[in-house]
């Protein structure tokens, strides 16, 4: 990993939820899990790209290998980077103990990961993003195109903001009294976390910043206000 200058963000300090935390990982893959279908959200998304058994992929954000772990027999390889060491390293151990040996891992983000092979069919990268600032969005997503070959698919999960600001208290409100009344307690602390202390952005920002880091949209989806998922390809 290349020396950074002293003025560029820091992504390694901790933002939000503290996942350096091994427990905090171990909660976060629990709650996660009863919440999603993490081999469906992988077929989709494979669906999605048309990822392929040939195709080298990028996980940025990699987790504790929601995706990764479901992807890795659909395509030739995965670089999984994360900045946190105790996600990095649950991911391993799942791929290890399923005897997967197609996955490279790298403790790094989207600032100070150096992709030191040809570029990628697919990079993928499913709430990560939000932990940086929209300059350094910018920044990353600029790196991200010039890992990616021509024409390769970029496709970006995350918590992005779609509702009407001038009601910005009431949706917020709404979203954690929904998460309050299924009776997931530990959730709700994440998203007041994440309200007060990430770095979620307004949908028509993240458009434009694709669009300026030199990605063409293939489609996008907004749901509830709070989540979009981006399907882009490098132009």
């Known amino acids: 990993m290349a020396k950074t200058p002293k003025w560029q963000y820091d992504e390694f300090k901790h933002c939000g939820v503290d996942f350096s935390n091994p427990a905090e990982v171990e909660s976060y893959e629990e709650t996660h899990r009863q919440m999603r279908d993490f081999k469906k959200e992988t077929q989709d998304i494979v669906k999605a790209v048309g990822i392929s058994g040939k195709d080298t992929i990028i996980d940025f954000g990699c987790g504790t290998g929601a995706f990764t772990f479901n992807a890795a027999d659909k395509c030739r390889k995965i670089y999984a980077v994360d900045v946190s060491k105790a996600m990095l390293n649950f991911c391993k151990k799942k791929c290890r103990k399923a005897k997967i040996e197609n996955v490279e891992f790298f403790r790094a983000g989207f600032l100070t990961y150096e992709h030191n092979a040809k570029p990628v069919d697919a990079i993928v990268t499913k709430l990560a ?15 991200l195109a010039a890992m990616i070959k021509k024409g390769g698919k970029l496709y970006l999960s995350d918590i992005v903001y779609s509702f009407d600001i001038k009601n910005y208290e009431k949706s917020v409100q709404r979203w954690i009294r929904k998460t309050v009344d299924k009776g997931d307690l530990d959730f709700k602390r994440r998203i007041e976390v994440h309200i007060g202390q990430e770095f979620s952005t307004m949908d028509w920002i993240m458009e434009k910043l694709f669009e300026t880091a030199g990605f063409k949209i ?14 882009y390809h490098k132009i």
């Not at 993003?129 to 790196?143: G, I």
């Not at 293939?218 to 399907?231: M, P, Q, S, T, V």
């Open 129 to 143: 993003l939000h932990h940086l600032p929209d300059f350094w969005k910018l920044v990353a997503l600029r790196r």
């Open 218 to 231: 293939i489609k996008r989806d907004y749901k509830e206000g709070f989540f979009a998922n981006y399907l």
